[in-house]
C-alpha cells in the first residue's frame, strides 16, 4: 500500500482503492493500512473531475441556455430589499422559479463573504446589489422588462434580459471623470433635466463593488442626448464632468495600413511611410546644395560659383560642377566606340589573311 501515498489520480481510483484493501482485510490505520486523508484528497479530485464534466457537458450547456431565456437580470437593487420583497415585486409577471442576490458589497475581502452576508456587514458607502429572477415560463421575462424604472425601496430597478442585452447606443451617454463612490440615483437626480431616463449603470468593480469612474445613461428619447452633451464640464461631486456620446466597439475608427508600421505620434499626426521618404529626400538635397557652396566658397574666392534653380523640383545646383561631370561621360562613351571600330578593323584584317 506504499503507492497509494503519492495521490496519483486517475478516475474511480477511489472504488479500486476501497476494494483492493476490502479484498485484503486491511481495514486499520497502522502498516500501511487505508489513511483518512488520503482517500480525502482522492475523493476531493475525484469529485472535481466530475463537476468539470458535469459543467462541460453539452446537455449542461443547453439546459443553461435555455435557462438564461427565462432569466431576469435586476440591477441597483436597495440593500435592505429581501428576497421575498423582489418576488413580490415580480409576481404579477408570471411564477417565479428562483431569486438569487449577487454582487452585494462587503466591508472587506479578509473574512469569507457569506459570513459578511449573514451578519450584513456591507460597505458604509455603497447602497446597491444585483439579483437574477428564474421565471418558469419565457413569456414572463417580457412582462417583467416592462417594469424597467420601476422604485423598490427608494431605488429605480434596472432590469434586463439574461440572454440578450438591450443597449441602445443612440439614445445613451458616456459619463467620466466620476468619483469612486457615485451612486446611480445621484446621477438620475443631475440628469433628470435633459429628459426622461430609462436606466442609469455606473460600472463597478466585480470584488470590491466600488465604481471604475465612468457610467452610462440611456434615455428615451434621443434628442435629450444633445442636451446631456452640453452639461460636458459641469461639476457633479466637486468634479468636472466628462460627456461623450455612447458609441460600439464595432465603430470605433481604424488606423490606415501605411501608418502602422510608425510610432504612435507620427501616426496621430496623419504621417505615413511616403511622407517620411519625401521628407529625406528634400532634407539629402538641401545638405548637398550646402555642401557645394561651402567647397566653393573656400577654394576659389575670385569666381563665384554659378548657382541656378532647377524647375522640376525647386532645389539648388551649382551649374559648373554639372557641366563638367556631363563632358566626362560623354568623353568615356567617345573612347568607347574608338575601341570598337579598331576591334572591327582588326578583325577584318584577320580575316582577309585567311
Same mark, same amino acid.
Given at each position: ?5 503519492? @495521490?496519483?489520480?486517475?478516475?474511480? @481510483?477511489?472504488?479500486?482503492?476501497? #476494494? ?5 482485510? !486491511? ?52 440593500? !435592505? ?11 404579477? @409577471? ?25 451578519? %450584513?456587514?456591507?460597505?458604509? %458607502? ?21 417594469l424597467n424604472n420601476m422604485e423598490l425601496d427608494g431605488f ?20 467620466? !471623470? ?83 508600421t510608425l510610432n504612435g505620434a507620427a501616426a496621430k499626426k ?39 534653380? !532647377? ?18 561621360? #560623354?568623353?568615356? %562613351? ?11 578593323? %582588326? ?8
Amino acid at each position: 500500500m506504499g503507492d497509494t501515498t503519492k @495521490c496519483d489520480y486517475e478516475p474511480g @481510483c477511489i472504488s479500486k482503492f476501497l #476494494t483492493r484493501n476490502s479484498a485484503s482485510g !486491511n481495514h486499520n490505520d497502522h502498516d500501511g493500512g487505508v489513511k483518512s486523508d488520503v482517500v480525502s484528497s482522492l475523493f476531493k479530485k475525484e469529485y472535481q473531475n466530475n463537476a468539470d464534466k458535469r459543467i462541460l457537458s453539452k446537455p449542461f450547456l443547453k439546459e443553461q441556455k435555455i435557462q438564461n431565456q427565462r432569466t431576469v437580470f435586476v440591477g441597483n437593487v436597495s440593500l !435592505n430589499s429581501t428576497k421575498k420583497d423582489l418576488e413580490n415585486h415580480f409576481k404579477s @409577471c408570471g411564477k417565479i422559479e428562483s431569486v438569487r442576490l449577487r454582487s452585494v458589497p462587503i466591508a472587506s475581502l479578509e473574512k469569507p463573504k457569506k459570513v459578511l452576508v449573514i451578519k %450584513k456587514d456591507f460597505h458604509p %458607502k455603497l447602497k446597491t446589489s444585483n439579483a437574477y429572477i428564474v421565471f418558469q415560463d419565457a413569456y414572463s421575462v417580457s412582462e417583467a422588462l416592462k417594469l424597467n424604472n420601476m422604485e423598490l425601496d427608494g431605488f429605480h430597478l434596472r432590469v434586463d434580459s439574461a440572454s440578450s442585452k438591450t443597449h441602445q447606443n443612440k439614445s445613451s451617454i458616456f459619463i467620466g !471623470n466620476l468619483r469612486f463612490d457615485a451612486d446611480e440615483e445621484s446621477l438620475r437626480k443631475f440628469f433628470e433635466v435633459c429628459g426622461e431616463i430609462n436606466y442609469v449603470r455606473v460600472v463597478r468593480d466585480k470584488y470590491t463593488r466600488m465604481g471604475k469612474g465612468f457610467a452610462y445613461i440611456n434615455f428615451k428619447d434621443s434628442s435629450s442626448v444633445d442636451l446631456a452633451l452640453t452639461m460636458d464640464g459641469q461639476e457633479f461631486c466637486n468634479r468636472p464632468l466628462r460627456i461623450n456620446r455612447s458609441i460600439s466597439k464595432s465603430k470605433k475608427v481604424k488606423k490606415p495600413e501605411s501608418s502602422k508600421t510608425l510610432n504612435g505620434a507620427a501616426a496621430k499626426k496623419g504621417y505615413t511611410k511616403g511622407t517620411f521618404k519625401d521628407i529625406r529626400s528634400q532634407n539629402g538635397l538641401e545638405a548637398q546644395v550646402k555642401s557645394r557652396k561651402r567647397k566653393s566658397d573656400s577654394n576659389d574666392f575670385s569666381r563665384p560659383a554659378k548657382i541656378k534653380k !532647377n524647375q522640376s523640383n525647386g532645389s539648388l545646383f551649382d551649374s559648373s560642377k554639372t557641366e563638367s561631370a556631363k563632358k566626362r561621360k #560623354t568623353a568615356k %562613351k567617345l573612347k568607347r566606340k574608338a575601341a570598337r571600330e579598331l576591334k572591327k578593323i %582588326k578583325l577584318g584584317e584577320l580575316l582577309s589573311k585567311k
